[in-house]
């Protein structure tokens, strides 16, 4: 029997090595970039974070997030941990439950999954750009418009628009919809999102532990703590990340609310400045030692304080709007950084249209998908990667199991 994949991201070469189990399967892995796992190798920051320990369903989003419990449930982080050790590689958890390789290089992961395709039963073709895909004669013919392959099954593991200078193509998204499936609107998601508010640039570069809430239209539609980081143009890190799949700017009016000491309540934070009243420093100092010296400032200055004066003259009254104004921090956003910096896409291929059992589509037998292009996206933290490994194994190992 022969089952094609095409796609040689992470999905498509966990999908590859669990159809070539069955020894009487021959795979064919279509990738159209020069070498498999580009992607993959850009991963974590160069570091590729490969799974979490964690990865409860409640990291996932799409429609229908619970379509991802069985595959989850047959190749959890700890099975993936175990995959990987076969193969060979040596990796490390940090407290989060974030997974990395231990040499910290995104490509010993690359190189390891590499490794591992070099079975018999394993067809590599790089530079394999599929064009379309028909199906006669019970079987799909993935041509890249000079060559054409018959495939008994077929494994759709393209992936998403996100990271497009990593190979991020709407192609998945066209060749599933040729063969009469739909898709959800797609977003960039874990991305950076912009501000028209003209302080950010003096914040660029700063960091610190936020409560960020989004609204639109003054109705918050989106909340998470983190770490946050100031950009050139707007705001970065992975808080941000987390809220920027529900920010969708050009419909309403979106803002962000910044609590700068989400541990404290306005009394404490007053306490704590009206404790500098004795000391000889002028009121742009007040929140040094605190947060961030160029943040502190800023704020000060934003609250309407004239940073010149000794903090020793300022009033409560003043004091109170400068707390307030570090838990409730307002920021005009105008719109998400695109597909090119997002990290992956939200929205996806319909998931009510394939068996999460199997990854089997609905509507046409022995055809499957795996992977982002399906409608869903993970948290940042290993949780996408995760996703990739477990429904691509599974789409593998139903490709290979069933009979031609
Ligand atoms: C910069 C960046 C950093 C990231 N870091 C992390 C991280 O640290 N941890 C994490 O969990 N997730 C991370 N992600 C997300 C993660 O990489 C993806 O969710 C994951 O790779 C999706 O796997 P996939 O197999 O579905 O798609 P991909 O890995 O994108 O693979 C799809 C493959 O299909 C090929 N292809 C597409 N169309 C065709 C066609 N028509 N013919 C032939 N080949 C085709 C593409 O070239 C590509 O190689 C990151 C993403 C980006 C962009």
């Known amino acids: 029997m022969i089952v094609g994949i095409i796609g040689g991201g992470a999905s498509g070469m966990a999908a590859a090595l669990a159809a070539s189990q ?20 850009a991963t974590g920051n160069g570091r590729c974070n490969l799974t979490n320990l ?23 982080p700890k099975e993936t941990l175990g995959w990987f050790e076969n193969m060979g590689l040596y990796t490390v958890a940090e ?9 910290d290089q995104a490509n010993s992961v ?21 064009q379309k895909v028909r199906f006669a004669d019970d079987q799909y013919h993935v041509t890249n418009g000079e060559e054409t392959f018959a495939c008994d099954k077929l494994i759709i593991a393209c992936g998403g628009l996100a990271g497009t200078k990593l190979g991020g193509t709407m192609s998945g998204y066209k060749l599933l919809g040729k063969l009469g499936h739909k898709s959800t609107r797609l977003r960039p998601a874990l991305v ?14 700063v960091r610190s532990n936020c409560y960020v809430r989004i609204a639109r239209d003054q109705e918050i539609v989106s909340e998470s703590t983190g770490e946050l980081q100031f950009t050139e143009y707007g705001i970065s890190g992975p808080v941000v990340f987390e809220v ?39 009121a742009e100092e007040l929140l040094t030692g ?45 719109e998400t950084l695109g597909m090119d ?63 031609a």
């Not at 700017?249 to 004795?278: H, N, Y």
């Not at 399906?374 to 194994?393: H, I, K, M, T």
């Open 22 to 41: 069955n020894p009487g399967v021959q795979v064919l892995l279509f990738e159209r970039q020069a070498r498999v796992g580009r992607k993959l190798q």
């Open 54 to 76: 964690y990865a409860e369903q409640t990291h996932y989003h799409g429609e229908d997030p619970t379509f991802t419990q069985y595959a989850m449930k047959m190749f959890s």
């Open 95 to 103: 407290p989060s439950g974030r997974v990395y390789p231990y040499s």
């Open 110 to 130: 690359v190189d390891v999954l590499r490794f591992a395709l070099e079975r018999d039963n394993i067809t590599q073709y790089l530079g394999f750009d599929v």
């Open 192 to 205: 950076q999102i912009k501000s028209s508010w003209g302080g950010v640039v003096a914040l660029k570069g």
């Open 244 to 282: 920027s799949r529900d920010v969708c700017c050009g419909i309403g009016e979106w803002t962000a609310w910044l609590d700068f000491l989400p541990e404290l309540t306005v009394e404490q934070i007053v306490r704590l400045l009206e404790r500098k009243s004795i000391l000889p420093i002028c």
């Open 290 to 334: 605190i947060l961030h010296n160029r943040l502190g400032k800023v704020l000060v200055k934003s609250a309407g304080i004239n940073g010149n004066r000794l903090v020793g003259q300022l009033h409560t009254e003043e004091l109170v709007t400068l707390a307030k104004l570090c838990k409730a921090f307002q920021i005009s956003l105008t």
């Open 341 to 403: 910096s997002a990290q992956v896409t939200a929205g996806g291929i319909f998931t009510e249209q394939f068996d999460s059992n199997t990854m089997e589509s609905k509507l046409m037998p022995g055809l499957y998908a795996c992977g982002e292009v399906l409608d869903v996206d993970g948290d940042c933290g290993g949780y996408n990667l995760q996703w990739a490994w477990a429904s691509g194994r599974l789409a593998g190992l139903s490709a290979g199991k069933d009979k």
